[in-house]
């Protein structure tokens, strides 16, 4: 909605809020928006990180893994077990194809 668009009581009311937020809590608070070319790393979070590593460990340990597996172990959700694959196939700790039962060889 254009803000030419808004009533304007909702006008009123989003002044209101926007008075009450800093522009330093409006920052903190807004998500992290790639630029051009660039891309967002999801993992960077030292909670993630250290996520990554025990994945990594845990890795180690099998002969082939598969986000599901991942999922269960950790109590992640799919789109995190997901990154973190795509993350390990992108190192070289994972095969990049699946094999007919839908998992990965660790390599």
């Known amino acids: 909605m254009e803000k030419d668009e ?7 009311m989003m ?5 009450m937020v800093t522009p330093d809590e409006a ?3 807004a998500p992290v928006q790639p630029t051009a070319g660039t891309r967002v790393d999801y993992l960077a979070s030292p909670e993630r990180q250290e996520l990554y590593r025990k ?3 845990f890795t180690k340990t099998q002969k082939r893994i598969k986000e599901d597996m991942l999922e269960k172990r950790f109590e992640i959700g799919y789109g ?3 990154l973190i694959a795509n993350r390990m ?3 070289g ?5 699946m094999d007919e039962d ?6």
């Open 55 to 57: 994945v990594c460990e």
């Open 89 to 91: 196939k992108a190192e």
């Open 15 to 19: 002044n209101i809020m926007m008075d």
């Open 80 to 82: 995190l077990a997901a």
């Open 27 to 29: 920052a903190a608070s």
């Open 6 to 12: 808004m009533t304007p009581k909702l006008r009123e």
């Open 102 to 107: 839908y998992f990965y060889r660790t390599l």
């Open 93 to 97: 700790l994972i095969s990049r194809e």
